[in-house]
């Protein structure tokens, strides 16, 4: 449109001047060099307007005589980088659906085509990467480091070929290289965080955290959560050794993240070893409200450590009154019934979960039976339903279930990374182990304190028979087969137990030490005597639980260990 109108403004231009010359009539005349020229003043115009017109042209086809040869390899030359960036199009269309051959091709062609053009250089990574070729793309990626535009992608590239091969440290050093060039570079700031956090410097990757924040790599929430999580981290680690800085430090993560589960349990059992019982309370509430957790309900159970079992019972209402509904606020509430010896409680606290029972119901349910009744029976028969039972949550990373929680994924690095949920398809959780560990020893009590009962009913039932019939001479006694009480027992249980053995073996010889045996008035043994009066000698067959590691005391086990916050 505008070039239309500026065409009609040049149109209407030309018609005013030639209407105006032709209003104003005149002459011209020329004499030079014997030449007479006259001619009116519009054909004087009009042939001055052609000369100058046929001057333009000619110097216009002068211009592109002398300029053929750069015009000629101008188009050359865009025809040549038409052609390498159609190949670098083909190339990266190969590399995304997996064609080796066709993205080689592409990148020869763009080599070829383009030089040292950065997406050549990019694309012929690409292929090298497709094809298996590391050193091919490493050295592309050298390349590119070169150039001072390319230079990140190139440490980017460098820092994921040593991490597919296993360098860590060269994975590091192109990190921190990418990182002091542009400090707010998430890749850089988070791989550099990450591996400083599985060396143990949780101080180092707190100040690289700060300095991706202060230019601008984060935001206001993800600056507090991550923060949160290597403050959390930092004071597990120095729980032991600078107990002080541990407690300032999980304080400060409770502020930055007030629900993250760690750093709630490691303030929570500082702050309740120094006396200030209040303050922990309240972290761990603050924590269990949005998720509740087995290892906030120990911290809260034991914040006064000289509390007796009923006053834990009792201030653990407090905690479960948070999420009353909870699985968990009803297995926290049973575990500490069991330790309180509340068994109705207890079982009150389970009964709504007995429908669908996870594998930790299952233990409790044991647990109560042998503690309550000892009823082995019961108990082991829910040790097996335990099996098949519904998994408990535990902390899990990129497909990893973990015992203790870590800041890092021990799989891909990635800083906070563990979640507290469910993970299907497996056997079993640490938890369910350290559970199984407690029905172990309630069902062995439960088995003691049955046999010790039939022992005594036997011992009380026994008919004595020392007495003879007068006139009657009596036949000479022999010893009596130890009774042995029939229990439950597992494949390749004893057939004596320890205790019973060592019982009877001092009852037979009680006089060992000063080399004589006692004789009784008839003449029989004074053992064999006994032996009658009372009864055939008791003897309990105590089978071993399973995995039943044997009596102790275990070298290992003389002192208790330190809990490792993580596997750093």
């Known amino acids: ?56 042209l000619l110097w216009t086809l002068l ?52 030089g ?3 997406l050549t250089q990019l694309l012929a990574a690409q292929a090298a990467q497709l094809s298996g070729d590391t050193a091919g793309a490493e050295a592309s990626f050298r390349t590119m480091t070169e150039t001072p535009a390319t230079r990140l992608l190139g440490l980017r590239g460098l820092h994921v070929e040593a991490r597919r091969r296993g360098d860590t440290g060269a994975a590091l050093m192109a990190a921190e290289e990418a990182a002091r060039q542009e ?16 060396s143990g410097d949780f101080a180092g990757a707190l100040a690289m955290l700060e300095r991706e924040a202060a230019h601008g790599g984060l935001d206001r929430a993800a600056h507090r959560r991550r923060r949160a999580v290597l403050l959390a981290a930092q004071a597990l680690a120095l729980e032991l050794s600078d107990p002080s800085t541990a407690r300032e430090k999980a304080v400060e993560a409770t502020r930055l993240a007030p629900t993250l589960v760690p750093a709630a349990d490691v303030a929570g059992r500082l ?72 068994f109705d409680i207890a079982r009150t606290a389970l009964a709504p979960l007995l429908g669908e029972p996870s594998q930790r119901v299952c233990l409790l349910m044991a647990e109560l039976e042998a503690a309550e009744h000892a009823d082995v029976g019961k108990a082991r028969e829910w040790t097996a339903r335990a099996v098949r039972a519904l998994r408990d949550p ?4 990129d497909g990893v279930v973990a015992e203790r929680w870590a800041p890092v994924s021990p799989v891909t690095g990635k800083l906070d990374a563990f979640e507290w949920k469910v993970l299907p398809g497996i056997a079993a959780t640490p938890m369910l182990e350290n559970e199984a560990e407690r029905v172990k020893a309630a069902i062995a009590a439960a088995i003691e304190s049955r046999a010790v009962t039939q022992a005594q009913a036997a ?5 004595p028979h020392d007495v003879a019939p007068s006139g009657v001479e009596p036949a000479p006694a022999s010893p009596p087969a130890p009774a042995v009480v029939d229990l439950p027992s597992g494949p390749g249980a004893p057939t004596l137990a320890p205790e019973a053995e060592a019982h009877r073996a001092a009852t037979e010889r009680p006089s060992s030490a000063a080399g004589e045996t006692l004789v009784s008035a008839s003449g029989s043994p004074a053992g064999a005597s006994a032996r009658g009066r009372f009864g055939p000698e008791v003897v309990v067959a105590m089978p071993h639980l399973p995995d039943d590691p ?19």
């Not at 239309?4 to 020329?30: K, T």
């Not at 011992?459 to 008919?463: D, K, N, P, R």
């Not at 044997?550 to 750093?568: K, L, M, N, Q, Y």
Request: aromatic letters at 6%; glycine letters at 8%.
């Open 1 to 56: 449109m505008i070039r239309i109108v500026v065409y009609l403004l040049i149109l209407a231009a030309i018609a005013f001047g030639v209407g105006w010359l032709a209003d104003r009539p005149g002459e011209i005349a020329i004499d030079w060099q014997g030449w007479h020229i006259e001619t009116s003043l519009l054909v004087g115009a009009s042939a001055l307007l052609v000369l100058l017109a046929a001057t333009i």
């Open 459 to 463: 011992q009380a039932q026994a008919v």
């Open 183 to 198: 400090p707010g570079l998430a890749w850089a700031a988070d791989a550099v965080i990450e591996a400083r956090c599985l």
């Open 394 to 397: 535990a902390w899990v990373a």
């Open 63 to 114: 211009r592109l005589i002398v300029r053929s040869p750069d015009l000629i390899g101008s188009s050359l030359r865009h025809r040549r980088r038409n052609k390498g960036w159609a190949a670098i199009s083909r190339g990266l269309v190969a590399v995304g659906s997996g064609d080796i051959m066709g993205a080689r091709r592409a990148a020869n062609d763009a080599q070829r085509l383009l």
């Open 271 to 342: 702050l309740g070893a120094v006396g200030d019982a209040r303050k922990a309370a309240k972290i761990i509430e603050t924590a269990y409200a949005a998720t509740p957790h087995p290892d906030l309900a120990d911290a809260y159970l034991h914040l006064r450590p000289g509390d007796s079992s009923q006053e834990r019972l009792k201030r653990i209402r407090t905690l479960t009154s948070r999420m009353p509904s909870h699985r968990e606020s009803a297995m926290v509430m049973a575990r500490a019934a069991l330790d309180a010896q509340e």
């Open 116 to 118: 040292r053009e950065p």
């Open 550 to 568: 044997g009596t102790g005391p275990f070298p290992e086990e003389a002192s208790p260990r330190a809990r490792r916050p993580f596997g750093v």
